[in-house]
């Protein structure tokens, strides 16, 4: 795991020493996601600057250092990730007469790309990566990434210069960069928690999306290409859905996810795993164990309040597996020293609550190994969310009313403005009146007039952004998107699982984790996005996802086989924070701070009144308004930052 950065300039604009120089600085921010090694290649006749700060995983040796040149000195490359089938695809090479120097996947990659081409070659991986290559002889940049959205890439114009890196903080370091902050962007923030790719905070600046690669001729513009798609595996699945037993299924889920495991066990440093105790990394851990002659090193969080510990379970099901456990319970303290830290960790506004655990499991667990494996991805494939099954019965429910009446009470609502319903409610006693009933009943207003697909939109909603924003940042709204998944996906569940595995997936999940375990040189590994397990999940009938009530049916029966079901049948719980407690006591003059009316003007991109009346009613304990209160304590905390 590392990070890579880099730019292309106009020819000549620069002499080689400064091209070194920012390219340096540009490394330098990012020397947290590789600490092993650190250097860059540049060549200024194209004005062209790669570099590179290395995690060493395979191959320690110097003949693993990049940037890399293939062995023609043709193309040179930066990459951060795993190509977990590189000795299948280095024999390869060698039949076709290849030499290598080396034994890492990143030369394996580097020659793949020179003698098949960029495109063929990303077809043949299995892993995760993102990567820079520069084509001396064609003068061309490729940049690409993932399947899955795993690993980060960020790239855009900035002046004369074509920008690149796996995190902000790279970019920033650039003489022209010149931030200015995307208010789409921003609105999407505040629906979500995240800020959603393409899009990144700053206007200019766009992330590569999974599954594709970006081309750049010197002097020409940027092209996307995309070499494997989502969209396309649901239209195969949806014509050629799988015929299987229950027996057949889970047998065909365990071989896959057992050969995903055992792929990413490869490494010359040492490994662990994230342990919660629920199914996926349960699973996980099993399969792990299944294929280790020792005991697999495990590693999970733990609460003192009760609600929030799943620590005993993942203790449980360590004991059952017989795996070395760690763990370790987290106190207000932890939190609040590391608060702070977390713009600097995220670069751009995010606003998950398991970031918080979720660092602090990740520097636990690089205490001793290097490598941790992670059941993120179960809940997006094998329909683990409770909210899917929320969204389809409320659905239910209104399509009842027939569609004139829906929009009849939709006009009525929208007649008066949310703040003028708000007032006319405060009439009423405090016992009985409901709070912030303007959103609420705008709200509802949507719900009423909305398919299943904007419904379960609105469920996730944290903040309209007409509610959120000052009056005066609305202006430079671009109009949403309301591009919602292809037609053919008819299965209204399968619909929803399609939207998270584009954007909640790889722009929080694997955000979160990616810059958590990161930011203490930690490499994270998630099996279950395989993309062969992806496409198998896409291809199953929805009776494998959820039967009799139970999500993640097929999922189950593969840890099922491992681990006893009593061990796994609980409430799905989580992986939050007290932070509805600890906002009223322990940060509350952090936050106070951050939410004064006097900070919010200064900063002046949020609704003073509507941030201060939430963080009024949270005080008082009249509503758990937390969900809403930290992305704006994020966003807050990350102008101080920026």
Not at 415 to 428: D, I
Request: charged fraction near 25%; glycine fraction near 6%; charge should be neutral.
């Amino acid at each position: 795991m590392c990070g890579v950065v880099g730019f292309l300039e106009p020819r000549q604009a620069k002499s080689a020493d400064d091209l070194s120089a920012t390219a340096h600085r540009m490394a330098l921010a990012l020397n947290h996601r590789g600490p092993d090694y650190r250097d860059v290649w540049i060549d200024a006749e194209p004005g062209v600057a790669l570099g590179h700060c290395r995690l060493s995983i395979i191959d320690l040796s110097p003949l693993g250092h990049q940037p890399m040149t293939s062995r023609s000195g043709r193309m040179v490359i930066v990459y951060n990730g795993e190509i977990y089938n590189f000795d299948e695809l280095r024999k390869e090479l060698q039949q076709e007469g290849c030499e290598f120097r080396g034994q890492s996947d990143t030369e394996v990659l580097l020659e793949g790309c020179e003698r098949w081409g960029v495109d063929a070659t990303l077809r043949r991986l299995i892993g995760m990566f993102a990567f820079a290559l520069w084509d001396r002889k064609t003068q061309t940049l490729y940049l690409a990434r993932d399947r899955l959205g795993i690993k980060p890439l960020y790239w855009g114009q900035i002046g004369d210069a074509f920008v690149f890196g796996s995190e902000l903080k790279g970019l920033r370091e650039h003489p022209a960069w010149s931030p200015k902050i995307n208010v789409s962007a921003l609105a999407g923030f505040f629906r979500s928690g995240y800020v959603s790719a393409p899009h990144s905070i700053y206007e200019g600046i766009s992330k590569l999306q999974p599954g594709s690669f970006l081309t750049k001729r010197h002097g020409g513009e940027p092209t996307v290409s995309t070499y494997w798609s989502l969209a396309e595996v649901a239209r195969h699945a949806s014509d050629n859905r799988v015929d299987l037993s229950d027996r057949e299924a889970t047998d065909q889920l365990e071989t896959l996810l057992g050969d995903a495991v055992k792929r990413r066990l490869i490494a010359d440093v040492s490994l662990g795993a994230f342990l919660s105790g629920g199914i996926d990394s349960s699973a996980v851990v099993a399969l792990m164990q299944a294929n280790s002659a020792r005991p697999v090193r495990t590693f999970t969080i733990g609460f003192n309040e009760r609600e929030y510990n799943e620590a005993r379970f993942a203790a449980q099901v360590a004991t059952h597996l017989k795996t070395d456990h760690t763990e370790l319970y987290v106190e207000p303290n932890d939190a609040r020293d590391l608060i702070p830290k977390l713009p600097k960790i995220y670069d751009e506004p995010f606003a998950d609550l398991s970031q918080i655990p979720t660092y602090l499991l990740c520097e636990l667990t690089r205490q001793h190994v290097t490598v941790a494996l992670s059941g993120d991805g179960g809940d997006e494939l094998f329909a683990g969310y409770s909210s899917y099954q929320k969204a389809i019965n409320l659905h239910r429910r209104i399509d009842v009313l027939p569609m004139w009446l829906r929009h009849a009470l939709g006009a009525v609502i929208r007649k008066g403005s949310s703040t003028a319903w708000t007032n006319a409610f405060s009439v009423l006693p405090p016992s009985v009146r409901p709070l912030q009933m303007g959103p609420r009943l705008y709200k509802l207003a949507r719900m009423l007039e909305s398919d299943p697909d904007a419904l379960f939109s609105i469920l996730q909603t944290i903040w309209e952004p007409l509610e959120i924003l000052a009056s005066d940042q609305r202006q430079a709204l671009a109009p949403g998107n309301t591009q919602g998944p292809p037609s053919y996906i008819a299965n209204p569940l399968e619909r929803m699982q399609y939207e998270d595995t584009l954007s909640y997936l790889p722009d929080d999940i694997l955000t979160k984790v990616d810059r958590a375990s990161m930011a203490v040189a930690l490499e994270a590994r998630v099996p279950i996005l395989d993309h062969r397990v992806v496409e198998f999940a896409w291809s199953l009938p929805q009776k494998y996802k959820i039967r009799e009530n139970k999500t993640k049916w097929l999922l189950r029966e593969v840890a099922y086989r491992h681990v006893p079901r009593n061990l796994l049948n609980r409430p799905k719980m989580g992986f939050a924070i007290p932070l509805e407690a600890w906002l009223r006591g322990p940060l509350r003059d952090w936050s106070e701070n951050l939410l004064s009316e006097s900070r919010l003007k200064e900063t002046g991109f949020l609704d003073v009144h509507a941030v201060r009346r939430t963080w009024d009613e949270h005080l008082k304990g009249i509503a758990n308004w937390q969900f809403r209160l930290w992305p704006v304590l994020m966003f807050q905390a990350w102008l101080d930052e920026k």
